[in-house]
């Protein structure tokens, strides 16, 4: 079975652009957590979507944006890009987002930002 | 709110020699435990997890973690390290009313010496 894929794997972007990252969830999978990574920290919750709709939201300001397509997949955009978005954006699923159910993640996708 | 904290960043161990990761959570209600495990180039990975009953939990490689309430911690454990388990360790919590979003503690990279 396909686990969470994300692409790109790896993007440069200049100050002030703005990006979208896209994450396809395990088949079965409705709910997609987004995390941002930053070197040498751990990953830190941006968003939650579950059937469509936001379940949650990180501490992140409103440059961040994301959303769930009907099959389940989802993007996260970031507008106004700053030298500290760059990081490994991570994206994990699970089949309903409640405590019990375990996240799986996907291999990331590495953004450098110059 | 939730926070993780792991109190060693780095780590070096002979092969064979025993590990113990320390985490420590704070948070006054219900908490579901994880540890994950990101190799070189690899995604995170569970290795193991405490919902409910026996504090004691095993996971995969021999790893292996002890939930204890009194002390907020979760410290992760195996008796005989190998070289393959070189990679970073995240001591992980979810818990309502976050459902299963996830606050990772910093890390730990563990560097296992042939």
């Known amino acids: 079975d396909a686990g969470v894929t994300q692409s790109p794997t790896h993007l440069i972007k200049t100050r002030g652009q703005h990006v979208t990252l896209r994450c396809s969830p395990i088949?079965?999978?409705?709910?997609v957590s987004w995390y941002q990574q930053v070197l040498g920290q751990g990953p830190q919750f941006i968003f939650q979507?579950?059937?469509?709709?936001?379940?949650g939201r990180g501490n992140f300001p409103d440059r961040f944006s994301a959303r769930q397509f009907p099959n389940y997949s989802s993007e996260l955009n970031v507008n106004a890009l700053l030298l500290g978005d760059s990081a490994l954006y991570l994206c994990?699923?699970?089949?309903?987002?409640?405590?019990?159910?375990?996240?799986?993640f996907g291999p990331g996708t590495r953004l450098t930002v110059t | 709110a939730q926070s993780v904290s792991q109190h060693n960043h780095h780590v070096i161990l002979s092969e064979a020699a025993s590990l113990e990761l320390g985490c420590n959570y704070s948070?006054?209600?219900?908490?579901?435990l994880f540890w994950y495990v990101q190799y070189p180039g690899q995604h995170l990975q569970l290795l193991l997890k405490?919902?409910?009953?026996?504090?004691l939990v095993k996971g995969i490689k021999g790893f292996e973690a002890e939930f204890i309430k009194s002390k907020f911690s979760f410290n992760l454990r195996k008796p005989s390290v190998q070289w393959s388990d070189t990679a970073e360790y995240f001591c992980?919590?979810?818990?309502?009313?976050?459902?299963?979003?996830?606050?990772f503690g910093g890390g730990t990279r563990l560097m296992v010496k042939p």
């Open positions: 994990a699923s699970s089949l309903a987002p409640t405590g019990s159910y375990e996240q799986y």
């Open positions: 088949s079965g999978h409705k709910s």
């Open positions: 979507y579950y059937e469509k709709e936001e379940r």
């Open positions: 948070y006054g209600g219900t908490v579901n």
């Open positions: 405490y919902f409910s009953g026996d504090p």
């Open positions: 992980a919590v979810n818990g309502p009313p976050a459902g299963n979003m996830l606050t």
